[in-house]
């Protein structure tokens, strides 16, 4: 993979202050993007800001955001910001969540089941949509990228609104792809990372050696190339790391 092979692209990353989505984050910058950092946490968003102007990347742009509960004004300000900031955007990544329970759907609560899904779910369409302008307006390929998870393709007992959440972004990824295959340069696919080392993962299975599970770091290659002009002709598909 070269080495600036995001150059000059602005890309978007939500969950970007941990995880897979902080990898990316930093993975897209050393390929050459500006990156749009957002999360919840401003503090941590901070730290990143500041080290990436200490690895001399590409300075980024931080956007403290809560996806469990900005109203859809928020969304329309958020492109607003964007458009009068680069007029356009490159890549979306869409790729913040959060797992609630790991119990059966007899026991479930339905707050915790509501913010899942407004996490999980409501807020990736609210960015997804309401962002489309702006991908759309870039002189080249945008891509939208969903993160998916295994348990959105073939559901295991008691994983609850998260396994019926990542269900929802495929859904979501095939009627966009549809939607946009014949009218728009902007491509749309969702990427099941497999199991990866994160403070998610480690909640999920806490019996399990975290050493024993890859890095973030193992997949940000696929992340970049899904963002990058290579995979321009890649629309509508459910792709899986290959490890």
């Known amino acids: 993979m070269s080495q600036k092979t995001l150059q000059d692209k602005v890309i978007l990353v939500t969950g970007a202050s941990s995880g897979i989505g902080e990898a990316a984050a930093y993975g897209f910058a050393e390929a050459g993007a500006t990156v749009i950092l957002l999360a919840r946490s401003e503090e941590k968003l901070n730290q990143i800001y500041d080290d990436f102007l200490a690895k001399a990347l590409p300075e980024p742009v ?47 609560n339905w707050q915790t089941w509501s913010k899942v899904m ?68 902007v491509r749309v696919n969702s990427y099941n990372p497999g199991g990866t080392r994160t403070a998610m993962r480690q909640e999920a299975y806490p019996a399990e050696n975290p050493e024993e599970v890859k890095l973030p770091q193992a997949i940000i290659s696929d992340y970049i190339h899904l963002m990058s002009n290579a995979s321009h002709d890649t629309h509508g598909q459910a792709l899986t790391h290959q490890s």
């Open 62 to 108: 931080i956007v403290q955001f809560d996806l469990e509960s900005a109203p859809e004004e928020a969304y329309f300000q958020l492109r607003d910001h964007i458009g009068k900031e680069f007029g356009k955007l490159d890549g979306l990544l869409l790729n913040a969540a959060v797992l609630g329970q790991r119990t059966p759907i007899s026991n479930y």
């Open 118 to 185: 407004n996490i999980n779910v409501n807020s990736q369409f609210l960015m997804a949509r309401t962002l489309l302008p702006l991908l759309e307006s870039t002189q080249e390929h945008a891509s939208i990228l969903f993160t998916s998870s295994s348990v959105g393709r073939k559901s295991k007992a008691f994983w609850g609104a998260y396994a019926v959440s990542k269900f929802a972004i495929e859904g979501l990824m095939q009627t966009m792809a549809e939607e946009l295959e014949n009218t728009s340069k």
